[in-house]
């Protein structure tokens, strides 16, 4: 039975997509068999995989609103060993179109259920913000993990972000665990990036990642040729950072 993990901050630009998009393709190239969800209604995850997100039938929208199975909306091996599940910006509508609809917390959940057995691991994007999709996105995961921007206002919404998770574990999902923090945009020759680092492990109770995800250019260049970093530049900073982090995640 694989293991789903969502990836999540209601902070924008803290690399969330980049996180989802890397750590997939590593657990791949670690011989895993990888679902990635995108329930972002920006989509970038799944351009970030080369794939057209505006010339889809089904996407995720259309498995909210019961009008496709998950099975119809899976695209298979987007690289090798990665199946996406894709967005795109009609997704922004499902709030409304939700409305009043009996146990609409569930709804990604009892989809994916149908999947799950098929997969070592299932990675979740979550959108920037605390709503019905990153709920949906909790109550389906096994446990959340958080990216971190190494910057000054790194810890604000964190606290908040853990009340969230905690308030779905306490009524939707008893299941749900923090998987850890994992630090991004990592900058070696500041000493701001490592008083961060040194805040956050003083402040929260939290696994914390020993994975830095550095800044590197080729890690934000990778995205617009729609591949993963390891596939783009293998050798690059970025590449064995994530390669690192796949390590660290399967060892625990």
């Known amino acids: 039975m694989g293991k789903t993990i969502a990836v999540a901050n209601q902070k924008g630009g803290v690399g969330k997509t980049t996180t989802s998009i890397n750590l997939s393709a590593a657990l791949a190239a670690k011989n895993k068999n990888v679902l990635v969800i995108d329930t972002d209604p920006q989509g970038n995850t799944t351009s970030g995989f080369g794939v057209d997100k505006n010339n889809l039938d089904n996407t995720i929208y259309e498995l909210f609103l019961g009008e496709c199975s998950i099975q119809e909306c ?25 409305i009043g609809v009996d146990k609409k917390e569930f709804i990604l959940r009892n989809e994916v259920d149908w999947v799950k057995d098929q997969y070592d691991y299932i990675i979740i994007d979550c959108p920037p913000s605390l709503n019905m999709l990153t709920i949906n996105s909790m109550t389906t995961a096994d446990s959340v993990l958080v990216p971190i921007q190494c910057e000054y206002y790194a810890l604000e919404g964190l606290s908040q972000l853990i009340h969230t998770v905690n308030l779905v574990k306490e009524r939707l999902n008893p299941d749900l665990e923090m998987e850890g923090i994992v630090f991004t945009m990592y900058d070696s020759r500041t000493n701001l990036s490592m008083q961060v680092v040194e805040n956050v492990k003083s402040h929260l109770n939290q696994t914390i990642y020993n994975t830095l995800i550095p800044r590197n250019i080729r890690l934000a260049e990778a995205p617009s040729y729609g591949l993963p970093i390891n596939m783009y530049d293998p050798k690059s900073a970025g590449a064995e950072a994530y390669m690192m982090l796949a390590e660290e995640i399967i060892k625990k």
């Open 74 to 98: 899976i695209i298979k091996n987007v690289i090798d060993k990665v199946s996406l599940i894709p967005s795109n910006v009609n997704l922004a509508a499902t709030e409304i179109e939700l």
